[in-house]
């Protein structure tokens, strides 16, 4: 257990370090409110664990009588399966972290990411409920006074996601939620993170 938990802290640090910095920075900033995070996540993680191994044992034991090969497939791909499952979660429990930024350091990430990601022409920004109303006047202040790219307005619409952008040019959009920057990461660090996780696999 204590290797998927220096595992688990492995993949925060590689999230951490997306965009030149700027998250790994916020997620210092907010590392005491992560601990909550980390802890749940630990407990849920044991807890998992524990369900596999029984689910697997009883499977196993129906399989007796098969060939070796047979055997060691099956228990490869189901091994495979556990951990990849327990990746999805842990990179789940990254957007909720996010998400849970204070309000003045998620507003530096949204002002960072129109910077970055605007385009010279026009776009909207949608942003989720609660942040358009926390954030929705001030970035249209900002959006009059011409900083950023383009001729960007906030949208009408607001997305279901837990936090982020998406900036719609309305022939394509640039999705930049938490949920989608934290499966942006699992997608680059899957190998590499199954190995940190489970170094004997």
């Keep these: 257990m204590a290797d998927n938990i220096k595992g688990i802290d492995a993949i925060i640090e590689k999230i951490r370090e997306y965009g030149d ?16 995070v980390f802890s749940e996540a630990e407990e849920e993680v044991e807890a998992f664990t524990a ?35 327990l990746l999805a979660k842990t990179f789940e429990r990254a957007a909720v972290l996010l998400s849970e930024l ?27 409920k609660v942040d358009k109303k926390e954030f929705g006047e001030i970035l249209r202040s900002e959006m009059e006074r011409g900083i950023y790219p383009g001729r960007p307005t906030v949208s009408e619409y607001v997305s279901e996601a837990l936090g982020g952008l998406i900036l719609d040019f309305g022939d394509s959009r640039t999705d930049i939620t938490f949920e989608t920057v934290a499966s942006l990461q699992k997608g680059s660090y899957d190998t590499e993170l199954i190995r940190i996780l489970f170094p004997e696999g």
């Design 21 to 36: 910095q700027t998250a790994k920075k916020l997620i210092d900033e907010s590392s005491e409110r992560a601990d909550g």
């Design 102 to 128: 204070p309000e003045d350091k998620k507003l530096a990430l949204y002002r960072k990411w129109i910077s970055e990601n605007g385009e010279d022409c026009s776009y909207s920004v949608i942003l989720n």
């Design 51 to 85: 369900e596999s191994e029984k689910s697997l044992e009883a499977e196993l034991s129906l399989l007796e009588s098969q060939s070796e090969g047979d055997y060691a497939a099956v228990v490869r791909d189901r091994t495979l399966a556990m951990k990849q499952e």
